[in-house]
Nanobody, 124 residues
Framework: QVQLVESGGGSVQVGGSMRLSCEGS????????MGWFRQVPGKERREAVA?????????YYPDSVKGRFTVSRDNAKNTLSLQMNTLKPEDTGMYYC????????????????WGQGTQVTVSS
């Protein structure tokens, strides 16, 4: 059974940094895409914030986080980390790690497996 467990998160002041990690288990040596999403207060849809492709050759970042967020993947450990720098109040939200065996796209609808989420709060 696939399980994703996030760690990190918490509260930080504007301009600060934070690192999130996600560890996957039950993947049975299958290839996959794993990425980070966030859900901000008041919005139902989860926004993709960092998604490497299957081989890590391309990474999707929305314009809102480009240059500030960096994702890294350790295939040997099935982990995905997200380094977030120069955090802004609008980065506040619940951050989720998600996994897709098909690597069909960047939308939340393509990801079948989700972690429980970790809260990130950026205050001024």
């Amino acid at each position: 059974q696939v399980q994703l467990v996030e760690s990190g998160g918490g509260s930080v002041q504007v301009g600060g940094s934070m690192r999130l990690s996600c560890e996957g288990s039950g993947l049975q040596a299958r290839s996959y895409c794993m990425g980070w999403f966030r859900q901000v207060p008041g919005k139902e849809r989860r926004e993709a914030v960092a998604i490497p492709d299957r081989n890590g050759g391309f990474i999707y970042y929305p314009d809102s986080v480009k240059g500030r967020f960096t994702v890294s993947r350790d295939n040997a450990k099935n982990t995905l980390s997200l380094q977030m720098n120069t955090l802004k109040p609008e980065d506040t939200g619940m951050y989720y790690c998600a996994l897709d065996f098909q690597c069909a796209g960047w939308g939340q609808e393509h990801f079948a497996y989700w972690g429980q989420g970790t809260q990130v709060t950026v205050s001024s």
